[in-house]
């Protein structure tokens, strides 16, 4: 009989595509992981790797393998998500990853409005990139995922993962505290085209969409700052040391510690939540109240 574990190590590695990125996703040791594959093999009695320069390959066995073990492992979802509706209360754990603005502006609200209406579940969260987040529900280190995308940057579909639309929010062009107003937005944008810029790492659909208006406005952003933690963006902007892109929801409600301007075409961000397609009520639950806990933090942003 197959092992479950070691058929997930391999549809890891279908997904990954090196041995250590299996291990470092698992959490086992590059060997661990060798070890694993190299059992199951015995127990199919095939190849299902073969070297390939400096990482391997999957074999056409390995692949037929795959195909079945996806199932396998939805099933095995389905069937707790069966036991779990017969219980009738939403009770167990959630792991939520979620991007840093969600985090900041939704998981305190989400947990309170849960604790009241389900006490017995249990949510554990932690901070992803979208991406990273996205990955983890594949490889079910976590049940839900808050990711985002910009205007004109709309994610593969990923056809083993749903997308919830969760709430959508307006970026604004971030300045510190008494900087110059401007009537037109766009001249706005161009008036930074000397200012040290604050942006996410390079690679990220953010920082590319960002670089992408900023050429669209007919300068190259003077990017002296990278970094994925929005509350940096926030206090070097407030503190005069770069402009910036910040999303509406990083406030709120509060009052916000820079000079905020729309830019052109007043441009949204989509926040979205994936899980797999078999969710357990307990993940439908989550869900709902990250939903109402987003609409409550728009709208007390916008009052």
Avoid: K, N
């Avoid at 017969?86 to 754990?93: E, L």
């Avoid at 940096?232 to 929801?249: D, K, Y």
Wanted: proline share 6%; with cysteine; glycine share 6%.
């Amino acid at each position: 009989m197959l092992d479950t574990r070691r058929l997930r190590v391999l549809v890891e590695l279908s997904r990954r595509g090196t041995l250590t990125a299996v291990a470092d996703a698992l959490s086992y040791s590059r060997a661990a992981v060798s070890q694993q594959l190299s059992t199951l093999e015995r127990e199919v009695g095939a190849p299902l790797l073969v070297p390939a320069g400096r990482g391997v390959q999957l074999t056409a066995q390995a692949e037929v393998l795959v195909a079945h073990a996806v199932g396998i492992l939805d099933a095995l979802d389905a069937a707790e998500v069966a036991v779990a509706q017969s219980r009738g209360a939403v009770v167990g754990t959630v792991r939520v990853a979620l991007l840093q603005s969600a985090m900041h502006a939704l998981l305190p609200q989400t947990l309170a409005l849960l604790s009241q209406e389900h006490p017995d579940l249990r949510v554990e969260a932690a901070e992803h990139e979208p991406e990273h987040g996205l990955q983890a529900v594949l490889a079910r280190e976590v049940d839900l995922a808050v990711a985002e995308q910009y205007p004109g940057r709309a994610r593969r579909p990923r056809l083993d993962l749903d997308h919830v639309p969760l709430a959508s929010d307006a970026i604004f062009l971030a300045r510190p505290p008494g900087s110059p107003e401007f009537a037109d937005a766009r001249s706005t944008l161009r008036s930074t085209r000397t200012a040290a810029w604050v942006l996410e790492p390079a690679g990220t659909a953010t920082r590319e969409w960002a670089e992408q208006l900023c050429r669209s406005a007919g300068f190259e952003p003077d990017v002296r700052y990278e970094t994925a933690d929005l509350t940096a963006h926030t206090r070097l902007i407030a503190h005069g040391s770069a402009v910036g892109l910040l999303p509406e929801l990083l406030w709120s409600g509060q009052t916000p510690p820079v000079e905020l301007t729309l830019l052109p075409g007043a441009p949204r961000r989509e926040l979205f939540s994936s899980a797999r397609l078999t969710s357990a009520p307990a993940v439908r639950a989550v869900r709902e109240a990250l939903a109402r806990s987003a609409a409550a933090a728009l709208a007390a942003e916008r009052r």
